[in-house]
């Protein structure tokens, strides 16, 4: 039955597709109705900003997907099956779970032998699990196909569908999500008192179950609520909390971007729902399923974030914020330029190339501090410069296009250039200063490369380029001198 459901789905996106319709609309809505993996990766896909434009286009959001259906569970039965006689040391609170998630419900209760605690218990759908694996296998085919109908190779569907299933496989075992919970709440115990992680119990969670405490403050789904119904979220958290929630927001900001500097594991999911404001200006940090291994390269991260806070202080270089990003989206590429050409030709021609673009027009995204929206359409529009960006990267990306919208969000459409503007600059800020102060290198380090294979990958690459943009591939041959 599973099976004919999904082929339905595929065959009206395919359809919708061959008549020019707005096949992103159908694949939403045929994504909705199949549920679970569906859902989570179709919001995984509109929630990066590589992929936000190409589904802006399509005039579709995802609104319908924020509200997930409930699903009929007896959690009195999984709890005996996944805990046996400790079962009964858990009172659940209420039939109906208070918070739903493609992969998860949530339901509030507290233990006999600590009554006065409140924890939550989260429950893997069971759907989910009898449909994980086909579904999974059917995501993989369906964005190998994918690929042809976006058309550009910036964005590597077929390579993010292989990073999903690995993610999925984790998010849905709840004792792996136990292990990064326990190394996430260590690693900010020795950094900073002010992000409070919940503690996750282990004598009472299993692959498909969870128990953590209960976070008592504001999430900031309320207050992106709030905003939204025109009103003051500052004044909204100062009357709940006492906190200043610029200082809470700055906070989640900039830790997100000190931690792909220095920790080990990064949570990867700061959206609304995960993040909750506290008393004295405290944040809480919740729900570790998706997170990600510290990037090879921090440096050329390092440098993203010095041309970010750049252009938020209108003194940006446009050419060193292209190969910024060209060091850390596609370092392979970067690396093998740098061996090619030791005196950096190759990359200067991109550079120059970059900026004089820039220079030549007025962007919207530069004056709008769109910051990846600026790189895709004017930098490197329709993908001039051939760049693969690593999956891996992609989920880092994700995490802080993440975190950006809920701080938009929080803060009101009216306060875009105020209040927003100055969140996303101190929390830049705060983490520049970090890295210099605790030896952040500004040289990126890489292994070894032969000239051999420097020379192939950087033929292939301007083979590519020459096909895109005719002037950048002669800038580039001029510069690199390769003629």
């Not at 729900?287 to 750049?310: C, E, N």
């Amino acid at each position: 039955m599973r099976l004919l459901f999904v082929i339905r789905a595929l065959v009206r996106v395919w359809r919708a597709w061959r008549s020019d319709q707005l096949w992103l609309k159908v694949l939403s809505d045929e994504c909705h109705r199949l549920g679970g993996v569906y859902v989570k990766f179709l919001q995984h896909l509109a929630s990066t900003e590589l992929m936000a434009q190409v589904y802006a286009a399509s005039g579709y959001r995802l609104d319908a997907f924020d509200d997930v259906a409930v699903e009929p569970i007896d959690v009195a039965e999984i709890l005996r099956q996944e805990l046996g006689n400790k079962a009964s040391q858990i009172v659940v609170e209420e039939d109906q779970p208070f918070a739903t998630g493609s992969f998860a419900q949530v339901y509030h209760c507290c233990l006999v032998d600590c009554p006065s605690n409140r924890y939550i218990l989260k429950i893997l759908r069971p759907s989910v699990v009898r449909h994980l694996n086909f579904d999974l296998a059917v995501l993989h085919f369906c964005c190998w196909v994918g690929q042809f109908m976006l058309k550009n190779d910036i964005f590597p569907l077929v390579k993010i569908a292989d990073e999903f299933i690995k993610t999925t496989k984790r998010e849905t075992d709840y004792q792996r999500e136990l292990i990064t919970a326990q190394v996430i709440r260590e690693y900010f115990a020795h950094r900073t008192d002010k992000v409070v992680v919940p503690e996750t119990l282990a004598e009472y969670s299993t692959r498909r179950i969870l128990v953590q405490e209960c976070v008592e403050g504001l999430s900031l789904t309320e207050v992106v609520e709030q905003a939204q119904a025109g009103g003051d979220t500052y004044q909204f958290v100062k009357d709940h909390l006492g906190s200043d929630m610029q200082q809470q927001l700055v906070t989640v900001g900039s830790e997100f971007l000190i931690a792909i500097l220095r920790a080990d594991v990064i949570m990867a999911d700061p959206h609304p729902g995960n993040i909750y404001l506290l008393r004295d200006n405290k944040v809480a940090l919740i729900d570790f399923g998706l997170a990600v291994a510290a990037p090879r390269h921090r440096a050329s991260f390092y440098h993203m974030i010095v041309q970010y806070r750049a252009l938020y202080e209108d003194r940006a270089d446009m050419g060193l914020l292209a190969l910024a990003m060209l060091a850390f989206y596609d370092h392979t590429l970067y690396q093998a330029l740098d061996v090619i050409a030791k005196d950096r030709s190759l990359a200067r021609g991109i550079y120059e190339y970059a900026h004089t673009l820039i220079q030549s027009t007025t962007s919207t995204f530069a004056v709008n501090r769109q910051i990846t929206q600026l790189f895709l359409s004017e930098l490197n529009a329709g993908n001039r410069f051939a760049i693969k960006v690593d999956s891996a990267n992609i989920m880092l990306q994700r995490g802080l296009y993440h975190y950006l919208a809920a701080a938009r969000l929080a803060c009101g459409d009216a306060y875009r250039r105020t209040r927003y503007w100055q969140i996303v600059h101190d929390a830049l800020e705060l983490a520049e200063v970090h890295a210099n102060s605790h030896g952040v290198s500004e040289v990126v380090h890489s292994s070894p490369m032969s000239i051999e294979l420097a020379q192939e990958i950087v033929m292939d690459w301007m083979s590519k380029v020459a096909e895109r943009d005719r002037t950048a591939y002669a800038m580039l041959l001029q510069k690199g001198e390769l003629a």
